[in-house]
């Protein structure tokens, strides 16, 4: 006769615990991945959050650190800023006491002789001569503004135009030329600004835009018309520009807070603030 073969196999109820033991497991294994993976994904959104907030804001503190001084101004509630940005600056020849005085120099006389060149406050001039080197303007640079003593008010505001010159192109880097003009104020250190543009960052429909080179107005615009403003950042949540100015001689401080969300709900909160050196 034949052996009797017995045959193995799984009862039901073992069956069933395998299950349950496979489940548990592949519950266990999925948290140990899902979590870390949620975590960095998590911190990789704040992370892109905050380098576009902090980014942007660098940019604004780069602006503002070469802004005119008390040219800073704000409107739209604290979402818009404005400034005249300045390139470079110096200090210009004073005229004598004498010719100070009732009689005027003439505009042109001597204009790139060492003996003449003299800013000629408060009367009508055209040209002097820097003492010293400018660092970044060439003269050839066109179109750019010439202000001197900027105080922020009617007595000297470069925003209505009654301290500001349009530069002319000059062959010699020392003389500074521009369209014949009086201005109203001498600087008590014989400072003046090269102004290349006005600048105005505006929070408008959850970006952050820059506009630059358009026309310097009185009336500060909201935003500027005839440019197109250029994205610093978006998801922008809210954001707030306030500006203590202190006096027109001392630093004012600028405090530019942001807020960014992203489509998940992930949220960040920037402030940065920022001395302006008000000294004209």
Do not use: W
Request: charged letters at 15%; a negative charge; glycine letters at 6%.
């Amino acid at each position: 006769m034949t052996p009797h073969k017995s045959h193995g196999g799984f009862t039901l109820i073992e069956l069933v615990m395998v299950m349950v033991i496979v489940g548990i497991l592949a519950s266990l294994t999925t948290q140990l991945i899902t979590l870390p993976v949620k975590s960095y994904l998590d911190l990789q959104r704040r992370t892109t959050l905050v380098d576009t907030a902090d980014s942007a804001l660098r940019h604004i503190q780069r602006d503002i650190r070469q802004a005119l001084p008390n040219s800073v101004r704000i409107t739209g509630g604290g979402s818009v800023i404005e400034l005249l940005h300045t390139i470079d600056g110096g200090r210009y020849r004073k005229a004598s006491a004498t010719s100070n005085g009732s009689t005027p120099l003439p505009p042109d006389a001597g204009c790139g002789s060492l003996t003449a060149d003299v800013l000629n406050i408060p009367f009508s001039d055209d040209c002097f001569e820097v003492m010293g080197t400018l660092s970044t303007f060439k003269p050839t640079d066109t179109p750019m503004y010439l202000v001197v003593f900027n105080t922020g008010d009617s007595a000297g505001n470069a925003y209505t135009g009654n301290n500001l010159a349009t530069l002319t192109p000059s062959t010699n880097p020392k003389i500074i030329k521009f369209i014949s003009f009086a201005f109203p104020l001498a600087s008590p250190n014989q400072h003046f600004f090269i102004v290349d543009t006005s600048i105005t960052y505006a929070c408008i429909n959850k970006q952050l835009l820059r506009y630059d080179f358009y026309a310097i107005t009185e009336n500060q615009p909201d935003p500027p018309t005839a440019v197109t403003g250029q994205v610093q950042a978006d998801k922008i949540a809210s954001c707030q520009f306030t500006y203590a100015p202190g006096t027109t001689a001392r630093s004012g401080l600028v405090t530019l807070e942001m807020t960014l969300t992203d489509e998940t709900g992930e949220s960040v909160q920037l402030l940065h603030q920022v001395h302006v050196d008000n000294l004209p």
